[in-house]
């Protein structure tokens, strides 16, 4: 997910029962080149088996999730939620 008053870098928030983690998106040249995980200030951590599938998502969705970032925050398009609930693979 996206807050709406984010600011760059590109990234986006994974959330699970209350705990989150980031993701954090280093773009180079227009490609990604890396995906970063941290913690979020404040919120407890998730879990080992929500870390991971929420770095699947993100590793799976990585252009639809730039792409939605573009959409939102440069371009101030309307943009619709996706609500993942079932793994990818």
Same mark, same amino acid.
């Given at each position: 997910m996206f807050y709406a008053n984010e600011h760059e870098p590109v990234h986006v928030h994974g959330k699970s029962q209350g705990r989150e983690a980031r993701a954090?998106?280093? #773009?180079?040249?227009?490609?990604?080149?890396? #995906? =970063?995980?941290?913690n979020v200030t404040g919120r407890p951590p998730l879990q080992a088996n929500e870390l991971r599938y929420f770095k699947e998502i993100v590793s799976y969705k990585s252009d639809?999730? #730039?792409?939605?970032?573009?959409?939102?925050?440069?371009?101030?398009? =309307?943009?619709? =939620?996706?609500? #993942?609930?079932?793994?990818?693979k």
């Open positions: 954090e998106f280093i #773009i180079i040249n227009g490609l990604v080149n890396e #995906i =970063s995980y941290t639809e999730i #730039i792409a939605k970032w573009i959409d939102f925050f440069v371009l101030h398009k =309307s943009i619709t =939620s996706e609500n #993942i609930t079932t793994r990818l």
